[in-house]
Nanobody, 123 residues
Framework: QVQVVESGGGLVQAGGSLRLSCAASGRTFGTTAAGWFRQASGKEREFVAAIVWSGGSTYYADSVKGRFTINRDNAKNTVYLQMNSLKPEDTGVYYC????????????????WGQGTQVTVSS
């Protein structure tokens, strides 16, 4: 089993920044990738960004490219999501997930999930 815990959410004004953290613990050996997803009220969960553990390749949704950066600290088994130039439409609950089976873009493929952290961007 792998435990995933997110932190770093909060309330920020449009144009501001936040950094989310995702710490994985437990049977983390063999972690293949980690992804961030978000879910706004009344909407489906959507892909935000992902990073492949080996090699560090990164992937972003078009809506966040150039504003968000995902990176990892292997020693700490932690993934970060740096969010800059935040917009009101970035508001939602942000979830971290690890070990997708197959495509990194499909939330249903991920094996382990955190509880989510709320991000609210005011206009």
């Amino acid at each position: 089993q792998v435990q995933v815990v997110e932190s770093g959410g909060g309330l920020v004004q449009a144009g501001g920044s936040l950094r989310l953290s995702c710490a994985a613990s437990g049977r983390t050996f063999g972690t293949t990738a980690a992804g961030w997803f978000r879910q706004a009220s009344g909407k489906e969960r959507e892909f935000v960004a992902a990073i492949v553990w080996s090699g560090g390749s990164t992937y972003y949704a078009d809506s966040v490219k150039g504003r968000f950066t995902i990176n990892r600290d292997n020693a700490k088994n932690t993934v970060y999501l740096q969010m800059n130039s935040l917009k009101p439409e970035d508001t939602g609950v942000y979830y971290c997930a690890v070990n997708p089976r197959g495509t990194i873009y499909d939330s249903t493929r991920y094996e382990y999930w955190g509880q989510g952290t709320q991000v609210t961007v005011s206009s």
